[in-house]
């Protein structure tokens, strides 16, 4: 048995615990040495600079489809290009949408309003007030960081309503608002010592009428330290009005409890890691877990319907199913529109849509007739405040996969025609590119997909230069995506592009997630290892040209398997990631994934964490050579403490191996805090892997 897997070590027994000190001089000075290093070494390559303008220009460039977000009568989007780097808050028409240049009315000038108030503002989102959407909560955040500030704003003056107004404000915090009625809110936010939890999300919710001082709004309720977050959700469609309260036990748990008129609450039977959506009279409940409330069995996986009142009454209630996973087929989301519910379901990890519509107390289904296979999402359109609205049985309809550009298309329940609204332009020759799903087995046996991007003229010679990317946590799949980026300074020169769907991911359902965590968490490893000698053996690549890349959970999935299969690799990149994971419940957000990777302050849980934790298992270079690492993070990322690569790039330099580091000073979990920002680190990211796989 290893030293680390002997003992719990003491987590504060670290030569490199200096460097957690995130604005520290001392550790922003050891990041910027190293950063200089770094780019020194990587803008040596011919490419450099054509790459990262290439990339800009596709960042910047105009023929993206706007992500729009729907309010009454108006598409609201968010829109950075070479002139608004920070963005507009702009909006626009269904009928405006609809022609090939729209006449965007501008709501906020995100760069204009930061050089008004000196302030490195990034958009963080809006909560607005329906059904006339006038007011909204502005969230603005400092560098890209998960804390923002949070204030009112007027959509028809175009102003922020100032506090001595009555206008809503609340300091920098992660916090939580939602509306109670036009002049309330709940509130949940940092109020000072014991108002957040230990994962530093809101332990307590207020509710502030307008024109009061926050201190003095009243509490409504509460959680534990202990636990990640309270959350309130407030339903006020007309005649079923609701509020439920829940608080977050862990990351996948959550208590909900019914608001009564009295203002008392009423426990939710439901089982806690079920997720709850209401629908006028009805409930939909999707199932992370078997559960039996009766007679009746529904497996993990399933979306269940059945009476709201029923349900919130603690009585019985006739549950039916919508969907019910089988071995390749899971429910990656549902939305629902005047009368349907439209079920996202993905089959091998492609895109199908179902309807279901409800006559009575029967279900009827009809499976859509879509483009396939590939990734694909339908997002209703129907406002339920809106007493009459013309986009009742409306959708979005959005289609991609790694050689087709997305598209955008407005659907209608009960059809398969629809109308093309938008497509984004190819920007590279697909031409002789080809997909290919193929499957690993893995240590146990399991049958592990995994795509293939083959760029032009590419044969199985064993000599391409491969990336393979993976994830592999918290139920998020990786599907089908278009990337320009890819495009140009990856495939047109001839690299091969291999996405995993590694266990712990979310591409066959609650189950293929849960297979891999906690004391399982290595059935990831496991599987990523094996995708990677299943390309080494069918001469895809071989291990002088194939790197690995991931961020986050990814980041932790390519330094454990970096460590543990060395000779496998030539390259690692490895964003914004958790690596220390003796103390990675003590940073940041980080005791809100104990639940995904285990508590490493009990013995017979650091006894499995400690086997895969990348920063306590780094061995001398004169005991084994591992691959050349860069890692990429970002001083503004209150998610994932950066501490985690610094840390972990000091040990492996320490220790003799090579690591190239950059930090961004800006950019949040993201890296980046707008284009250019995003368009240099990806290009020092591709330059590296030139460096490291080029044939």
Known sequence: MSTAQAATPDPTDDPHLWLEDVQGERALAWVRERNAATRAVLEAHPRFATTRSGLRAILDSRDRIPAVARRGDWFYNVWRDAQHPRGLWRRATLVEFRKDSPAWET??????????????????????????YRRCLISLSRGGADATVVREYDTVDKRFVPPAEGGFSLPEAKSRVSWADADTLYVGSDFGPGSLTDSGYPRVIRRWARGTPLAKAPLVFEGLASDVSVAVSVDRTPG??????????????????????????????????AELDFWRDQALVSLRSDWRPADRRW????????????????????????????????????????????????????????????????????????PYPGSLSASALHDPLLAQDALGESYWLSYTDFLTPDSLMLGRTGRDAREPMKARKAFFDAAGMRVEQRFASSRDGTRVPYFVVWPQGAVADGRNPTLLYGYGGFEVAQRPWYSAGFGQAWFAHGGVLVVANIRGGGEFG??????????????????????????????????????????????????????????????????VPLLDMRRYHRLLAGAS???????????????????????????????????????????????????????????????????????????????????????????????????????
């Open 107 to 132: 709501v906020i000038d995100l760069d204009a309003l930061a050089k008004a108030e000196g302030e490195n503002w990034v958009w963080a989102g809006a909560t607005a007030l329906g059904p006339d």
């Open 299 to 370: 497996p993990a996986g399933a979306l269940l319907v059945g009476s709201a009142q029923d349900l919130l009454a603690g009585r019985p209630v006739a549950w039916q199913a919508l969907f019910e996973p089988s071995a390749t087929r899971s429910l990656a989301s549902h939305s629902t529109t005047r009368s349907h519910v439209l079920l996202n379901v993905m089959d091998n990890v492609a895109g199908r849509l179902e309807e279901w519509r409800r006559d009575g107390e029967r279900w009827s289904r009809r499976e859509v007739a879509t």
């Open 240 to 273: 079923f009005e609701r509020t439920v309260f829940s608080r977050a036990t862990d990351f996948y748990n959550a208590e909900m409890s019914l608001l009564r008129p009295d203002g008392t609450l009423a426990r939710i039977d439901l089982p806690s890691d």
């Open 510 to 575: 609650p189950a293929w997630h849960q297979a891999a965590t906690k004391a399982n968490k290595q059935k990831s490893y496991d599987d990523f290892a094996a995708v990677a000698e299943d390309l080494i053996a069918h001469k895809i690549t071989s291990p002088r040209h194939l790197g690995i890349e991931g961020g986050s959970n990814g980041g932790l999935l390519v330094g454990a398997v970096m460590l543990q299969r060395p000779e496998l690799f030539n390259a690692v990149v490895c964003q």
């Open 593 to 695: 994934w104990m639940a995904e990777y285990g508590d490493p302050d009990k013995p017979d849980e650091w006894a499995w964490i400690s086997r895969y934790s990348p920063y306590q298992n780094v061995p001398a270079a004169s005991t084994r050579k591992l691959p050349k690492l860069l890692f990429t993070t970002s001083t503004r990322d209150d998610r994932v403490h950066p501490g985690h690569a610094r840390k972990m790039a000091a040990r492996l330099v320490e220790r003799g191996h090579e690591a190239l580091y950059y930090e961004n000073i800006e950019g949040g979990h993201g890296g980046a805090a707008d284009n250019a920002q995003k368009a240099d680190m990806l290009a020092l990211e591709f330059s590296f892997l030139w460096q490291q796989l080029a044939r």
